[in-house]
């Protein structure tokens, strides 16, 4: 059970951390974004972006996980 607690919180910052780099990179473009501002955005230290992500590369660079394909296959009419 604890070890599903620390997988949701985990899943939940990394979700955080990404929608956090979407909207900076949106409103002040990717080059002027710096790791530190986006860190604080959403709410987590430097270190903790990067035990999440490599850099700002994997963040516009990432594949969807299963469960983000599976949403996105149920929206499409049969």
């Not at 002027?32 to 035990?51: D, H, N």
């Given at each position: ?9 985990y899943a939940s910052t990394h979700q955080r951390i990404y929608a ?59």
């Amino acid at each position: 059970m604890a070890q599903d607690h620390r997988a949701r919180q985990y899943a939940s910052t990394h979700q955080r951390i990404y929608a956090a780099a979407m909207e900076l990179f949106t409103e002040l473009g990717y080059e002027e974004v710096p790791i530190s501002r986006l860190a604080s955005a959403a709410g987590v230290s430097v270190q903790t972006f990067y035990a999440h992500y490599a850099g700002k590369d994997e963040l516009i660079m990432a594949l969807p996980g299963q469960a983000e394909v599976d949403a996105l296959i149920a929206t499409v009419p049969a």
